[in-house]
């Protein structure tokens, strides 16, 4: 049985790579720590050979700014986290930063080249309490707000507010191109945001043995509306939960991905691709 901090084995690589849509490389769970290159050149051995980097509060956003400068692997998001904006709201944020001032650092972060997207923001009424709901409303109108104005992607952070996260977008107006990371749905919504025109993220959670909504939410989505991505270092996918997670295990979610929608792995890693391509542009 190995250690719970300790990293998982490196999976098979894909038979055609596939970019991880949402993953936080500047965080690191395992018991020893490993470095950003080993992780990326871990991802790209296994066929996940480009990744969304995620910097979704001040520090990480600055990290982000300047990793994707540093290595080509790397596209950016960048945002205040549903469960940070209300911190710096409320004027007890580390930075010291209020939120005004921390939002107009992330909109400016967000003009650079190699930053594709906006994100993540959203919801989360699992972590933030009814004290903080209006600020992560606020926040998430003005994240939408600016993914309009620069024509980014928006990377969605949905949990435990389906209802509310839907509503929010429907009422200001979705971005152009709007992605739910991670997500979490049943059926039922996966058919509501295809409907809506939205790109569902699939991360290692669909891969656990009790995800059957899920799955089957991935069942009814067209493959074309489909990504795949880590969360890393969280989520990691079966048969490693527990363990690290890092961009490389993507490729385990990606095979559970095809199995699945019922198509060939190649196939299905080629729409995904493709499709990841479309939305953030070429690395
Ligand atoms: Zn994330």
Redesign the pocket.
């Known amino acids: 049985m190995a250690r719970p901090g300790a990293w998982p084995p490196e999976p098979a690589p894909l038979p055609v790579p596939v970019p991880d849509n949402?993953t936080?490389l500047e965080s690191d769970a395992g018991d020893e720590p490993r470095s950003v290159e080993r992780r990326i050149a871990d991802a790209v051995a296994a066929g996940i050979d480009r990744m969304v980097q995620?910097g979704?509060d001040i520090e990480s956003a600055r990290w982000t700014a300047e990793a994707v400068t540093r290595h080509p692997e790397l596209l950016g998001a960048v945002a205040l986290h549903p469960n940070e904006a209300p911190v710096h709201a409320a004027g007890t944020h580390a930075s010291g930063l209020g939120y005004d001032e921390a939002f107009a650092e992330i909109a400016a972060l967000a003009r650079a080249p190699r930053i594709r997207a906006i994100g993540?923001t959203g919801l989360d009424y699992f972590r933030t309490d009814e004290t903080g709901r209006d600020a992560q409303i606020a926040a998430f109108r003005d994240h939408i707000a600016l993914a309009k104005e620069l024509d980014l992607p928006l990377q969605i952070?949905d949990r435990d507010a389906h209802a509310d996260v839907l509503d929010v977008l429907a009422r200001d107006g979705a971005p152009t191109t709007t992605v739910f990371?991670?997500f979490s749905g049943d059926a039922a919504m996966a058919r509501l945001c295809v409907d809506r025109g939205y790109y569902l993220s699939f991360a290692g959670t669909v891969t656990f043995k009790n995800a059957h909504d899920l799955r089957g939410a991935l069942a009814v989505t067209p493959l074309e509306r489909v990504m795949v991505e880590t969360?890393a270092p969280?989520l990691t996918p079966h048969p490693h939960r527990g363990a690290p997670n890092s961009p490389a295990l993507a490729a385990l979610t990606m095979r559970e991905i095809a199995r699945v929608a019922g198509v060939a792995l190649d196939h299905a890693c080629e729409v995904v691709s493709a499709t990841t391509e479309r939305i953030y542009g070429s690395w």
């Open positions: 949402h936080h995620v979704c993540e952070h990371h991670c969360d969280y």
